[in-house]
């Protein structure tokens, strides 16, 4: 019981940790707050960021390592997670927009397309988190 109640808890710390990436990202991109477009942009795609690198982290085994013991050895495994997340994230800002249209719906591409800016802080940003959080943990 205690291992699923830790693991949940990473889960939870991991979620938020690329929630406050983002977020911060957003900021960095636009000195400050984005406009109220980016903003429905941000809660729009935070969701399915959120699923994604989750995800792929529980792919990749970066859940298999016991925070409690990460050494160098294990950061190639996470820097491998973080940087699929973000080739997944850069393949979807091109293929959203062909995607909905093909379906019939029209979608603003603003919505659609995450600016590369955010996608580069966000990766940093993810990794720094992870790393320092792991360490701590």
Do not use: H
């Not at 911060?24 to 984005?34: D, S, V």
């Not at 085994?61 to 491998?80: A, F, K, T």
């Amino acid at each position: 019981m205690r291992f699923l109640r830790n693991r949940l808890m990473q889960l939870v710390i991991d979620g938020f940790v690329v929630a406050l990436a983002f977020a911060a990202a957003y900021a960095i991109r636009f000195e400050g707050l984005p406009p109220r477009t980016y903003i429905k942009q941000f809660l729009l795609v935070l969701p399915y960021l959120i699923l994604l690198r989750i995800g792929i982290f529980a792919a990749l085994g970066v859940y298999r390592l016991v925070w409690r013991y990460i050494s160098l050895r294990d950061l190639p495994r996470i820097l491998m997670a973080v940087g699929t997340g973000t080739v997944t994230a850069v393949s979807a800002r091109f293929g959203a927009a062909p995607f909905f249209a093909a379906l019939g719906f029209e979608i603003n591409p603003v919505f659609a397309t995450v600016p590369y800016g955010v996608i580069a802080v966000e990766l940093v940003l993810t990794t720094v988190g992870l790393i320092s959080v792991g360490s701590i943990w």
